[in-house]
């Protein structure tokens, strides 16, 4: 079982910036992809940002100039620099690991962008 710990949501007004961080813990032995998601009232979840074990990083086109994902493999840290942010980022977001054949979720941050 991995279990992963989200921090560094909260609220911040259109134009700044908040960075996420993750957490995992647990039985890890490759965690091969770590990204993440986030779901808005009345929508389904979305990946935000994805990286790989090798540093590969996709991100959804509403976020691309705007957000940066990193990991820390020796920690098995993720983070997630939020610029520039906009009212439509608000929503929870939550860290996603894959290792091996599962994927493990986050328990979910808040982030609430004002206009």
């Known amino acids: 079982q991995v279990q992963l710990v989200e921090s560094g949501g909260g609220l911040v007004q259109a134009g700044g910036s908040l960075r996420l961080s993750c957490a995992a813990s647990g039985t890890i032995f490759r965690l091969n992809v770590m990204a993440w998601h986030r779901q808005a009232p009345g929508k389904q979840r979305e990946m935000v940002a994805a990286i790989t074990s090798d540093g590969t990083t996709n991100y959804a086109d509403s976020v691309k100039g705007r957000f940066t994902i990193s990991r820390d493999n020796a920690k098995n840290m993720v983070n997630l620099q939020m610029n520039s942010l906009k009212p439509e980022d608000t929503a929870v977001y939550y860290c996603?690991?894959?290792?091996?054949?599962?994927?493990?979720w986050g328990q979910g941050t808040q982030v609430t962008v004002s206009s």
């Open positions: 996603a690991a894959v290792q091996g054949v599962r994927r493990y």
